[in-house]
C-alpha cells in the first residue's frame, strides 16, 4: 500500500513538471519573448544576442570575438585594432601600430600614397590618383586623411573616363566631346551637315571668287566658273571674227562683223565674263556688233540653232542665230571694254564702252539691247581701253602724252603724265589695279601715283595680266622688228620687273585664258602662240586666220582680274533622307567684310536638280547686319515657300567700290531627315 503510493506521487510530479515546461495550459514564462529561454533576445540559448550560440558577441560561432572564424580570438600585439582574427582586418606589421596595410608599398617617391605611414594628428591633404590632370575638365581632386597611421583613400576625386557627348571633358584632356559629336557639332546624332572651309571650296562653284590660302578663304579674284573656254580673234582682211576654244585649241565659229566685208576691218575684241564678244570694226561704218558664245536664241523657232562651226560654214551677216545686235559707233571704232556694275540689290547689269579713235571720244552702250545710252566722253584716243577698279575706265588723251581716267558712274576725268621716254599702244590694268601700257612698256600705279619700267629693252604692241600680275608682251610686226627684234616675247615678273625671255612666242596682241595660258596672236598673219605658264613651252595654233590683227581683252579674264565688283560661290546639298521629308535647319558662317563689303548667303531648294534653276531665291542672311545663325526652314516658310530634298546655297561677295575684298573663312548647314 505504501509502494503504491509512492509511485503515484511520482507520476504526478513529473506530469505536473511536463506541463509547465510546455508552455501549454502550464505556467507562462516572464523574459518577454517568444522562445523558451529567460532572456530577451529571439533565439533560444541563454545568452542575450541575437544568434543561436552560447557566447555573448554578434556572430554565430563560440568564440568571444565578433569576426565568425569560430576558431581564432584577435591577435593585435601592436594595439591598433588590426591583426589575425581582428575586426579591423590583417595587419602586415603587427609590431608597429602605426602600419597594418602598406607594408609593401614603396612610398620614398609618393609618400602620401594610400597605405604609406603618416601620424594621426596630420592634416587631410589633396590628392588625385586618376588618368589627365585635376583642375582640366571634369577631372578634380579629392581629400586623403590619416587613418590609423596610414594614408587612407582619396575621397572625393573625380578621375578621366571615356568621353562622352554631355557637354563636359570627361577625360580630362582639354577637349570637349571630341570624338563623339555628330556631322553638325551636336550630340543630336540624327543631325547632318555640310558646308566649307579654306582649302575644301569646290572649284567648279567658283564665279569670280577664289579659295584664298593667304586670306584664310573666299575672296573676290580671278578665280571663275567658266561657261566658255574662249578667244575671240578679228579676221581684219575678212572682216569676221573667230572664235576659239581654249583647252582644244581649235577654231568653233567664225562670224562676219558688219555690211562691208573685209572693208570693216576689225580688230578690238573685248569679252565678258560669259564668253561674248563685242568686236570694234575700223572701217567703213564704225561698227560693234556683239556675238553670244553660247546659248544662241531660236530667232526662227525651228528647234535647231543656225550658226557657224568655224571657218567652212560662216553665215550671211546677221543671219547667224549668234549674233546679237550691230551699233554704229563712227569712223574709226577700236578700243573696246565691258563694265559689269552691280546694284544695291546685289543684280548685275552689263555695259560696252566703245572708243571712235576719228572723233576722240568713247561711247556707252547696253550690252543687252545694243543702243547707245548717250553717255559719251570727249577728249580721248582710244587706240585702246581697260577697264580697272572702282568703276574707272582707262585710256589716253587726244594729245598722246598722259593716260585718261574715266569715272564710268559720274563720267568724271583726270590725267596722268607719262614719262617723257615711254611711248605707247595697247593698255591692260592689273589686279591690284596698276595699269600697264605697251609700246616701250611700263607701269603706272595710282595708289603711289609712281611709274615703273623693266630695265631690259623690252616692248610689244599689246600687253596682257596674268592672274599673279606678271605682264605678258612681245612682237613679232616687222614695223617693230628694228626695235624689239623679230619674234621676241617677255614675261615680267609682277614685283620686280624683271624680264625673261621666250625665244618664238613673239605677237603683236596679247591675252591670257582662264587656264593661265598666254596667248599671243600673230601681227596680220594666221596664227597664234600659246605659252605655257609653268614651263613657258610654245605651241603654235592656226585655224587659219585670215589677218589677223587683236590686241585688247580678248578673252574677258582681264575684266574679271582687274574689276570685280562680285563674286559668287555655290554649292548645292542633297538630304539623302530614306524614311521621310528633310528639314533644313541652321546657317552658321565665319566671315570678314570690311568697310564697304558686304557678303550674302541665299538658297534655293526643290527636288529635282533640274527644277532648281528656276526656283525661287530665299535670301538667308545679309552681312556685317546679320548674325549667326540663321534658320533656313524658317526663311522659306516667311516667303511661304516649301523646301525639296536639294538645297542650293549661294554666296554672294561684294565690293561696290575700293580694292577690299570679304572673306568667307568658311559656312555650316544643318538638316535633319524625319524617321532617324
Known amino acids: 500500500m505504501e509502494r503504491a503510493g509512492t509511485w503515484k506521487f511520482a507520476l504526478l510530479l513529473t506530469a505536473w513538471l511536463a506541463i509547465g515546461c510546455g508552455g501549454g495550459a502550464g505556467k507562462q514564462q516572464t523574459d518577454g519573448d517568444s522562445d523558451s529561454d529567460v532572456d530577451a533576445d529571439a533565439d533560444s540559448d541563454a545568452d542575450a544576442d541575437s544568434d543561436s550560440d552560447a557566447d555573448s ?21 601592436d594595439g591598433d585594432t588590426y591583426g589575425e582574427g581582428c575586426e579591423g582586418g590583417e595587419d602586415c606589421d603587427d609590431a608597429d601600430p602605426r602600419r597594418h596595410a602598406g607594408c609593401g608599398l614603396e612610398c620614398a617617391a609618393d609618400p602620401t600614397a594610400r597605405g604609406c605611414p603618416c601620424a594621426d594628428a596630420a592634416e587631410p591633404i589633396d590628392c588625385f590618383d586618376g588618368g589627365g590632370q585635376a583642375g582640366i575638365g571634369a577631372c578634380q581632386s579629392g581629400q586623403r586623411a590619416c587613418d590609423h597611421g596610414e594614408w587612407g583613400e582619396c575621397a572625393g576625386q573625380v578621375v578621366a573616363r571615356d568621353e562622352g557627348c554631355n557637354g563636359l571633358d570627361d577625360d580630362c584632356d582639354g577637349q570637349t566631346d571630341e570624338g563623339v559629336l555628330s556631322e553638325c557639332g551636336d550630340c543630336n546624332p540624327a543631325c547632318r551637315a555640310g558646308g566649307g572651309e579654306q582649302g575644301t571650296f569646290d572649284p567648279e562653284g567658283m564665279d569670280g571668287v577664289t ?181 574707272t575706265l582707262w585710256g589716253f588723251t587726244s594729245d598722246g602724252r598722259r593716260l585718261l581716267a574715266i569715272d564710268t558712274e559720274d563720267l568724271t576725268t583726270w590725267t596722268v603724265d607719262l614719262p617723257w621716254n615711254e611711248s605707247w599702244y595697247g593698255i591692260t590694268v592689273d589686279g591690284l589695279g596698276r595699269v600697264w601700257i605697251g609700246g616701250s612698256v611700263a607701269r603706272y600705279d595710282p595708289a603711289t601715283g609712281l611709274w615703273s619700267s623693266p630695265a631690259d629693252n623690252v616692248c610689244g604692241g599689246g600687253i596682257a595680266v ?93 575684266l574679271v582680274n582687274a574689276a570685280n565688283p562680285r563674286g559668287d560661290y555655290q554649292a ?58 540663321t534658320d533656313v526652314a524658317a526663311a522659306f516658310a516667311a516667303e511661304g515657300l516649301e523646301t525639296g530634298e536639294l538645297l542650293r546655297l549661294g554666296v554672294v561677295l561684294l565690293r561696290p567700290e575700293g580694292d577690299a575684298s570679304p572673306v568667307v573663312h568658311g559656312y555650316q548647314l544643318t538638316w535633319q531627315c524625319a524617321g532617324d
Not at 65 to 74: A, E, N, V
Request: proline share 5%; charged share 25%.
Open 57 to 77: 558577441d554578434s556572430d554565430t560561432d563560440t568564440d568571444t570575438d565578433s569576426d565568425g572564424d569560430g576558431d581564432r580570438p584577435c591577435e593585435d600585439a
Open 572 to 629: 548645292t546639298y542633297s538630304s539623302d533622307c530614306y524614311i521621310g521629308p528633310v528639314t533644313w535647319g541652321q546657317l552658321t558662317w565665319d566671315v570678314d567684310t570690311p568697310d564697304g563689303t558686304t557678303v550674302r548667303f541665299q538658297a534655293q531648294s526643290a527636288d529635282d536638280a533640274d527644277d532648281l534653276d528656276a526656283a525661287p531665291v530665299v535670301i538667308l542672311a545679309e552681312i556685317p547686319d546679320d548674325l549667326p545663325p
Open 211 to 391: 579659295d584664298d590660302p593667304e586670306a584664310g578663304g573666299l575672296v573676290l579674284g580671278s578665280t571663275r566658273s567658266v561657261r566658255n573656254y574662249v578667244i575671240w580673234v578679228a579676221n581684219s582682211g575678212e572682216g569676221t571674227v573667230t572664235k576659239i576654244d581654249t583647252r582644244l585649241r581649235v577654231e568653233t565659229g567664225r562670224y562676219r562683223t558688219g555690211w562691208g566685208g573685209g572693208s570693216d576691218s576689225p580688230s578690238r575684241t573685248t569679252v565678258n565674263p560669259g564668253g561674248d564678244v563685242v568686236v570694234a570694226n575700223r572701217g567703213w561704218g564704225g561698227e560693234a556688233t556683239k556675238y553670244y558664245a553660247s546659248d544662241c536664241p531660236d530667232v526662227n523657232g525651228d528647234g535647231v540653232i543656225q550658226t557657224s562651226t568655224g571657218a567652212g560654214d560662216v553665215y550671211a551677216f546677221q543671219t547667224d542665230e549668234c549674233w546679237a545686235w550691230t551699233t554704229a559707233i563712227g569712223g574709226g571704232a577700236r578700243g573696246s571694254a565691258f563694265e559689269v556694275r552691280t546694284n544695291a540689290d546685289g543684280s548685275q547689269t552689263e555695259w560696252v564702252w566703245v572708243g571712235d579713235y576719228t572723233h576722240y571720244d568713247v561711247h556707252e552702250i547696253d550690252s543687252e539691247t545694243g543702243a547707245l545710252t548717250g553717255r559719251t566722253v570727249g577728249g580721248m584716243a582710244p587706240y585702246g581701253i581697260a577697264l580697272g577698279p572702282d568703276h
Open 466 to 558: 596674268d592672274s599673279e600680275n606678271n605682264a605678258w608682251v612681245g612682237e613679232d610686226s616687222a614695223g617693230w622688228g628694228s626695235y624689239c627684234g623679230n619674234r621676241r616675247a617677255w614675261r615680267l615678273d609682277a614685283d620686280t620687273l624683271e624680264a625673261t625671255e621666250i625665244p618664238g612666242a613673239g605677237g603683236h596682241g596679247w591675252g591670257i585664258d582662264f587656264d593661265g595660258y598666254a596667248w599671243s596672236i600673230a601681227f596680220v598673219n594666221t596664227h597664234a602662240f600659246v605659252v605655257d605658264p609653268v614651263t613657258l613651252d610654245v605651241e603654235r595654233v592656226e585655224p587659219p586666220f585670215v589677218s589677223a590683227y587683236t590686241y585688247s581683252d580678248m578673252t574677258g579674264f582681264q
